[in-house]
Structures are given as structure tokens and as C-alpha cells.
């Protein structure tokens, strides 16, 4: 595996080498595009010299159905032949002889272990046809999916036969390539532009699985979105998948001066994102030029977002996000993780006895979707990283998004000032309005004086508001900036008592924050990046802004995996960080113990085997049992599927993220990772 500094170097040099591959292409770009939906004749000089495909393959290959001859050109990995036990993803091109070259050259630059599969237009074509028109005549029958209505145009270019070419496809071309070269044929993806790009669209609604990614370049639908919708709208009856869900990462693009291509690839991208498949990753990008001169970005750029469903790191694409971030093809699973020098230590699973095959089977079937949809799944054993896997939308280096796992670090933030002196144990103890000083008490709901620090990161405030009022706050967010917001709170609260002061998930983070903001020098954002974040090393990481001003403190952070298991280690190790006290060790004691019961009625990710949940100062707790052995867990936790979990009894931790995910995570560790530790 490639060292990421390296590895960022090799792809630096790459991208200045695609510049200059693209001024060259595009000098020469109109000379090859007559593309469009709309047959235009245009006669070719057919005397000129063959071109010399020195690194591809030329097989000949026959559509038996139609009894059609067409060629494919293939291109193999530089370490194919010394390899045997390799596989490789594939791209499967149509208008071959036009994208072969920057095809070939951008792979070469950002994916070298791949398999490049170019499907020619119709050798044997009528000749007076191939003559008027060009070689390229058959790619508007073969790439157009219906029929045109004029009489004229359809008897002399037979349009509308996507569906055959289609199956000339799946049938004969992928057949063949999976039989004699060793495809992947979980990773195969298909590029077209232009008419290729409507093929695409058709195949992506008719025949989803036949590609795992698609790209689609300015693809000549402008008159073609209602019969896509169709087409969209019957998938659901023909979907075997149980969920009904299309599998696809998609990729669309078209050129900012296309101006007819707006509305229709605006219609398009809604008809795909209105089906909310989990299983459809969608990316739309504007390319600058226009429908010829915008093709040699398209290619470059899709190349650039498709090495992200293949590579298990982004490095060389910094503007996706995660939710943009296409769906891996194939899982990352690592019983022996990589020694990052990031301050993890790694080791294998085996090290200490644990048991790698019962925990590659069960990361087999998260890959395979048997566990519902995960992100991530990594083991820290007796101090050590020993295992480590990304399914789906998790990659190595890309922070994922936290939701309510952010409870737990704001909660070590709060610790963190209690180490340092800006505040005592006893102080949780303390009304949380006297910290406040900008607070007029006098328009106070009765009873706020019984929040403590204590009652608010137990969830425990008391505080009581509807619905409608928070929408009142949203609307208006200047009534909520800084110490406001606890005012605002604090007036349109239900009146406070002992009675209502039972655990109600809901209102606590944002009044701790309040508290740190007024407690440390500087701010409470400074605080966090200068006393937790770069103690720890994270630098990766995203942490947003609440309406109030202040860094948010309930949700909407992002960490990546491994960062994940550094705040998990500084707890699991009382505060300590490198020999260095970082968060007060009484503190961490309350905050990961289970100070009340919440019931067992529902237990986020439990199961049969999970039982006793209780709470902390926003860390949860749970009873694993295996066997008639029980084991006390504790863990953040994120709605869509984020933890960190401890189990200190077998010196373990497990961090795990998701972001769809109706899942059974802690009824997964008891019944499957647990024993494997035993």
C-alpha cells in the first residue's frame, strides 16, 4: 500500500501530465465530435490509415442475435501478467475509437490497475451507409432508444435499438471479458458521451445491474426525460432486491455553455434523486465549455470521482463531501491494519488470541449487506488497532458525519476544562445559571434554578418545550445568539420540578456548551481545537456552528474512523493521552458510568442479548450477554449508526459508523464479536 504523502506527490505530478494531455485534446476535439441525438451526415475520407492501437487488444466479436461484427479494444493493467490472483474493475466504453485515448491516459494517471473494454461501432456496416454518413453510422441505431417518427430517418438509420445492443452487451461482451481476463465483476462501469450517454441512462433504468457505476456525459436526452421517467417508474416491478433500492453510483455531467441541456438534465438528476435509494449515489457536476469542448474535463473529472469507488481514500479529490462520496464497489477488510504513524498502534487480531475468521465472516456478510448498510467497522484490542474494514460510503481519510456521537465529546470538552482548573467536580453540582451572567432570572418559568450541569448532561434539565416554539426560535434565530439562546429557553420552558426532571432525551448539550464558552480563556471553539482536537492529532475533521454562535453540541460534527478510536482510547484510558492528563479522571469516571436506567423498551442497535441500558453524562451503557456471561459496555452513539464502544472487561473497543442504518449494532457485538474474543 502506497504512503498517502507519496501517494499525494505521484497524483500532484499526474494532474499537471492530465493538463497537458488536455490542451492537446482539446485542439483536436472538434475534429472527432459530430456527436447529438440528431443524425447529421457527414462524408469521411475512408482511404486515410488505420489507427495504431499499440497497448490495446483487438478482438473481434459478433452480436449472434443480429449477426453483426464488431471489435473490442482492450486495454490490460501494467501488472497483469505478473499477477494470477488478482482481479480488476473494468470500463466498458462505447464510441470507442473516440475515447480511447483519454481514456487510457487518464486511467494511467489516476486508476493503473484497471481494465479498460472499448466496444467499437459496426465493422460490416452497409457500405453506401458507411460512406455517406461515417463509421460511426450504427452508433444511432445501437445507442438511441426509440424510434423516430419520421418515416424517412427511421427506415434509413433503423433508431431505437438500445435494448438489442444492450443485450449484445451483457450477453456476449461482458460474457466474454469475465471468462477470459480476470474482470471483477463487482466493479464494472460504463462510460459514455454524448448518444453513449443516453445509451447509459437507458441501461441504467432497464438494466441497472448491469454496471456497478455509470457516467454519463452530456448525454443527448433533451427530448427523452418523459420516456426515461417511464422507464423509472417501471424499474421498481422488474428490481429484484428485496428494498426495492437501484445499486449504482451515477455520475452526470454536461457543459455550462449547453444551454439546452439544463432543463432536461435538472428533470433527469430529480427523477433518479426522488427514488431516495439507499443504494444510488448520485454526482452532477458542470463542466466548463460546450458540448465538444466540455468532453475532455467529463472524462478526467468522471476518472477522478470513479477511483474513489475502487481506492479506499480520496486523496487527489478534496471537493466531495461525504454524501456526495459514491458507494465503494468492493469492501476494505484488514485484518492487519496499516501503521499510519497517526499515534495508533496496530497489531493483528491473533496477537492476543482473538479469533480473524469469525470476524472476517461477519465482515464479509456487512459487505454483502446481510447486517443492513455500514460505513465502517474497526477493533482495538488490548491497545492496539487490529482490525479494520469500509463498506459502502466509508473511505480511510473522509470524516463521517457524527450526529448525537457529538454529545460525548462535547461532554469530554467539559472534562477537559474541569482538568485544566476553569472549573471543579463540585461545580456540576452548581446551578448552571449562575455561570451565565448575560441571564435575566426575572423573566425565568419557574424552577430553572434546579438545572445543574449534572441534570443537563444526563438529560435530566426538566426543561419542557413544544415543538411549535422551537420552530418559533429557528425562524427567528437572532433570539437565540450567544447566552440568548438559554434565555430564550429558559422563558418558553414549562415550568421546572423534581418531577419533570426525569431523563428526556432532548435539551442539555447546548446549555454545557453555553458553560464552556464562559468558563475558558478565548472561545469554546479555540478551546476544542487547541486542548482536545490538536493534543490528539485531528486535523481531519469538520465541527459546525449552532444558530447561538457556538460550536455545536448535540450533532453535525465530522471524524473520520480512526480519530474515532483516538477519542475512544482517551477515555478507555481515563483522560489520559500519551502520558498527559487531558480530561479529569474523576470526571471521566461519572461521565462513562451508568448513572440512571432508561429501560429497555428501546435500546438503539440492541437485541435479544442487550439489556440494562442507562446513561452517563452523554455516554450510554448496556449489559452484553453472551452465553450466561454478561459483559457492561459502554458508547457514544449517532442516529444513522455511529459508535464508540468500550468494553473493559476484555480491554476492547469497537468503533462503528453508518448513516442509514436501522441497525442492531450492539446486539452484533454480543453475538458476534465478542465471542471471538473469549
Same mark, same amino acid.
Given at each position: 500500500?502506497?504512503d498517502?504523502?507519496?501517494?499525494?506527490?505521484?497524483?500532484?505530478?499526474?494532474?499537471?501530465?492530465?493538463?497537458?494531455?488536455?490542451t492537446?485534446?482539446?485542439?483536436?476535439?472538434?475534429?472527432?465530435?459530430?456527436?447529438?441525438?440528431?443524425?447529421?451526415?457527414?462524408?469521411?475520407?475512408?482511404?486515410?490509415?488505420?489507427?495504431?492501437?499499440?497497448?490495446?487488444e483487438?478482438?473481434?466479436?459478433?452480436n449472434?442475435?443480429?449477426?453483426?461484427?464488431?471489435?473490442?479494444?482492450?486495454?490490460?493493467?501494467?501488472?497483469?501478467?505478473?499477477?494470477?490472483?488478482?482481479?480488476?474493475?473494468?470500463?466498458?466504453?462505447?464510441?470507442?475509437?473516440?475515447?480511447?485515448?483519454?481514456?487510457?491516459?487518464?486511467?494511467?494517471?489516476m486508476?493503473?490497475?484497471?481494465?479498460?473494454?472499448?466496444?467499437?461501432?459496426?465493422?460490416d456496416?452497409?457500405?453506401?451507409l458507411?460512406?455517406?454518413?461515417?463509421?460511426?453510422?450504427?452508433?444511432?441505431?445501437?445507442?438511441s432508444?426509440?424510434?423516430?417518427?419520421?418515416?424517412?430517418?427511421?427506415?434509413?438509420?433503423?433508431?431505437?435499438?438500445?435494448?438489442?445492443?444492450?443485450?449484445?452487451?451483457?450477453?456476449?461482451?461482458?460474457?466474454?471479458?469475465?471468462?477470459?481476463?480476470?474482470?471483477?465483476?463487482?466493479?464494472?462501469?460504463?462510460?459514455?458521451y454524448?448518444?453513449?450517454?443516453?445509451?447509459?441512462?437507458?441501461?441504467?433504468?432497464?438494466?441497472?445491474?448491469?454496471?456497478?457505476?455509470?457516467?454519463?456525459?452530456?448525454?443527448?436526452?433533451?427530448?427523452?426525460?418523459?420516456?426515461?421517467?417511464?422507464?423509472?417508474?417501471?424499474?421498481?416491478?422488474?428490481?429484484?432486491?428485496?428494498?426495492?433500492?437501484?445499486?449504482?453510483?451515477?455520475?452526470?455531467?454536461?457543459g455550462?455553455?449547453?444551454?439546452?441541456?439544463?432543463?432536461?438534465?435538472?428533470?433527469?438528476?430529480?427523477?433518479?434523486?426522488?427514488?431516495r435509494?439507499?443504494?444510488?449515489?448520485?454526482?452532477?457536476?458542470?463542466?466548463?465549455?460546450?458540448?465538444?469542448?466540455?468532453?475532455?474535463?467529463?472524462?478526467v473529472?468522471?476518472?477522478?470521482?470513479l477511483?474513489?469507488?475502487?481506492?479506499?481514500? =480520496?486523496?487527489?479529490?478534496?471537493?466531495?463531501?461525504?454524501?456526495?462520496?459514491?458507494?465503494t464497489?468492493n469492501?476494505?477488510?484488514? =485484518?492487519?491494519?496499516?501503521?499510519?504513524?497517526?499515534?495508533?498502534?496496530?497489531?493483528?487480531?491473533?496477537d492476543?488470541?482473538?479469533?480473524?475468521k469469525?470476524?472476517?465472516?461477519?465482515?464479509?456478510?456487512?459487505?454483502?449487506?446481510?447486517?443492513?448498510?455500514?460505513d465502517?467497522?474497526l477493533?482495538?484490542?488490548?491497545?492496539?488497532?487490529?482490525?479494520?474494514?469500509?463498506?459502502?460510503r466509508g473511505?480511510?481519510?473522509?470524516?463521517?458525519?457524527?450526529?448525537?456521537?457529538?454529545?460525548?465529546?462535547?461532554?469530554?470538552?467539559?472534562?477537559?476544562?474541569?482538568?485544566?482548573?476553569?472549573?471543579?467536580?463540585?461545580?456540576?453540582?452548581?446551578?448552571?445559571?449562575d455561570f451565565?451572567?448575560?441571564?435575566?432570572?426575572?423573566?425565568?418559568?419557574?424552577?430553572?434554578?434546579?438545572? =445543574?450541569?449534572?441534570?443537563?448532561?444526563?438529560?435530566?434539565?426538566?426543561?419542557?418545550?413544544?415543538?411549535?416554539?422551537?420552530?418559533?426560535?429557528?425562524?427567528?434565530?437572532?433570539?437565540?445568539?450567544?447566552?440568548?439562546?438559554?434565555?430564550?429557553?429558559?422563558?418558553?420552558?414549562?415550568?421546572?420540578?423534581?418531577?419533570?426532571?426525569?431523563?428526556?432525551?432532548?435539551?442539555?448539550?447546548?446549555l454545557?456548551?453555553?458553560?464552556?464558552?464562559?468558563?475558558?480563556?478565548?472561545s469554546?471553539?479555540?478551546?476544542?481545537?487547541?486542548?482536545?482536537?490538536?493534543?490528539?492529532?485531528?486535523?481531519?475533521?469538520?465541527?459546525?456552528?449552532?444558530?447561538?454562535?457556538?460550536?455545536?453540541?448535540?450533532?453535525? =460534527?465530522?471524524?473520520?474512523?480512526?480519530?474515532m478510536?483516538?477519542?475512544?482510547?482517551?477515555?478507555?484510558?481515563?483522560?489520559?493521552?500519551?502520558?498527559?492528563?487531558?480530561?479529569?479522571?474523576?470526571?471521566?469516571d461519572?461521565?462513562?458510568?451508568?448513572?440512571?436506567?432508561?429501560?429497555?423498551?428501546?435500546v438503539?442497535?440492541?437485541?435479544?442479548?442487550?439489556?440494562?441500558?442507562?446513561?452517563g453524562?452523554?455516554?450510554?451503557?448496556?449489559?452484553?450477554?453472551?452465553?450466561?456471561?454478561?459483559?457492561?459496555?459502554?458508547?457514544?452513539?449517532?442516529?444513522?449508526?455511529?459508535?464508540?464502544?468500550?468494553?473493559?472487561?476484555?480491554?476492547?473497543?469497537?468503533?462503528?459508523?453508518?448513516?442509514?442504518?436501522?441497525?442492531?449494532?450492539?446486539?452484533?457485538?454480543?453475538?458476534?464479536?465478542?465471542?471471538a474474543?473469549l
Amino acid at each position: 500500500m502506497i504512503d498517502s504523502n507519496k501517494k499525494l506527490k505521484k497524483l500532484t505530478m499526474r494532474a499537471i501530465q492530465i493538463v497537458l494531455l488536455i490542451t492537446v485534446v482539446l485542439f483536436n476535439t472538434a475534429l472527432t465530435f459530430a456527436q447529438g441525438k440528431s443524425v447529421k451526415t457527414k462524408k469521411h475520407d475512408t482511404k486515410r490509415s488505420s489507427l495504431g492501437l499499440s497497448h490495446f487488444e483487438v478482438i473481434p466479436i459478433t452480436n449472434a442475435k443480429m449477426e453483426r461484427n464488431y471489435e473490442l479494444y482492450i486495454k490490460l493493467p501494467k501488472n497483469y501478467s505478473k499477477t494470477t490472483d488478482v482481479t480488476y474493475p473494468v470500463i466498458y466504453f462505447t464510441d470507442a475509437s473516440w475515447h480511447l485515448e483519454i481514456l487510457s491516459a487518464s486511467t494511467e494517471y489516476m486508476l493503473e490497475d484497471i481494465i479498460l473494454v472499448g466496444i467499437s461501432w459496426q465493422k460490416d456496416i452497409n457500405k453506401d451507409l458507411k460512406e455517406e454518413i461515417g463509421e460511426h453510422v450504427s452508433r444511432f441505431r445501437d445507442y438511441s432508444m426509440q424510434k423516430s417518427t419520421k418515416p424517412e430517418i427511421q427506415t434509413k438509420y433503423q433508431l431505437g435499438q438500445a435494448n438489442t445492443h444492450l443485450d449484445f452487451i451483457r450477453d456476449e461482451v461482458i460474457t466474454y471479458v469475465e471468462r477470459n481476463y480476470r474482470a471483477d465483476s463487482r466493479s464494472r462501469t460504463y462510460f459514455g458521451y454524448s448518444l453513449g450517454g443516453e445509451f447509459g441512462a437507458y441501461t441504467l433504468l432497464t438494466q441497472p445491474d448491469t454496471f456497478t457505476n455509470y457516467i454519463l456525459g452530456s448525454p443527448s436526452i433533451q427530448n427523452e426525460v418523459p420516456y426515461l421517467s417511464s422507464l423509472n417508474a417501471k424499474l421498481d416491478s422488474i428490481t429484484s432486491d428485496a428494498d426495492k433500492s437501484l445499486h449504482a453510483n451515477v455520475f452526470l455531467s454536461y457543459g455550462n455553455q449547453e444551454s439546452k441541456m439544463v432543463e432536461p438534465m435538472e428533470e433527469f438528476f430529480r427523477v433518479l434523486k426522488g427514488r431516495r435509494d439507499r443504494g444510488l449515489s448520485l454526482q452532477k457536476k458542470l463542466i466548463e465549455g460546450n458540448h465538444q469542448t466540455a468532453f475532455p474535463m467529463t472524462a478526467v473529472q468522471s476518472i477522478a470521482w470513479l477511483s474513489t469507488t475502487i481506492n479506499h481514500d =480520496t486523496i487527489g479529490v478534496k471537493d466531495l463531501s461525504f454524501f456526495d462520496i459514491p458507494q465503494t464497489n468492493n469492501a476494505f477488510i484488514s =485484518t492487519e491494519p496499516e501503521d499510519r504513524k497517526d499515534g495508533i498502534s496496530v497489531g493483528k487480531i491473533t496477537d492476543n488470541g482473538g479469533n480473524t475468521k469469525m470476524i472476517r465472516e461477519l465482515a464479509e456478510e456487512i459487505a454483502n449487506k446481510k447486517h443492513d448498510y455500514y460505513d465502517s467497522f474497526l477493533i482495538y484490542h488490548k491497545d492496539q488497532l487490529v482490525f479494520e474494514s469500509y463498506y459502502s460510503r466509508g473511505r480511510m481519510n473522509l470524516p463521517h458525519p457524527q450526529a448525537s456521537a457529538t454529545k460525548a465529546y462535547t461532554s469530554l470538552a467539559l472534562g477537559r476544562a474541569i482538568q485544566m482548573g476553569y472549573l471543579t467536580m463540585a461545580d456540576l453540582e452548581k446551578p448552571l445559571v449562575d455561570f451565565l451572567k448575560e441571564l435575566d432570572s426575572t423573566k425565568f418559568v419557574e424552577g430553572a434554578e434546579l438545572i =445543574t450541569l449534572h441534570k443537563a448532561l444526563t438529560m435530566s434539565t426538566g426543561i419542557r418545550i413544544s415543538e411549535e416554539q422551537w420552530e418559533a426560535f429557528r425562524k427567528n434565530p437572532n433570539q437565540i445568539q450567544g447566552q440568548q439562546q438559554i434565555q430564550a429557553i429558559l422563558e418558553h420552558s414549562a415550568p421546572i420540578t423534581p418531577a419533570t426532571q426525569e431523563f428526556k432525551y432532548g435539551t442539555g448539550p447546548d446549555l454545557v456548551m453555553q458553560v464552556i464558552e464562559v468558563v475558558v480563556p478565548g472561545s469554546a471553539e479555540d478551546f476544542i481545537k487547541t486542548e482536545l482536537l490538536d493534543k490528539l492529532g485531528i486535523t481531519n475533521y469538520t465541527w459546525k456552528t449552532s444558530p447561538s454562535g457556538l460550536p455545536e453540541a448535540g450533532w453535525r =460534527t465530522s471524524f473520520t474512523s480512526r480519530d474515532m478510536v483516538k477519542w475512544g482510547k482517551l477515555t478507555k484510558n481515563k483522560g489520559k493521552w500519551n502520558g498527559e492528563q487531558l480530561i479529569s479522571e474523576a470526571f471521566i469516571d461519572k461521565a462513562i458510568s451508568r448513572i440512571l436506567l432508561t429501560g429497555d423498551d428501546d435500546v438503539y442497535g440492541g437485541g435479544k442479548d442487550v439489556s440494562k441500558q442507562g446513561y452517563g453524562y452523554y455516554w450510554w451503557s448496556a449489559d452484553l450477554k453472551v452465553g450466561d456471561a454478561t459483559y457492561f459496555c459502554r458508547s457514544a452513539q449517532g442516529g444513522g449508526g455511529q459508535y464508540i464502544i468500550l468494553i473493559d472487561e476484555l480491554d476492547l473497543m469497537v468503533v462503528v459508523t453508518a448513516h442509514d442504518n436501522e441497525n442492531k449494532t450492539l446486539q452484533i457485538i454480543a453475538e458476534r464479536i465478542l465471542p471471538a474474543f473469549l
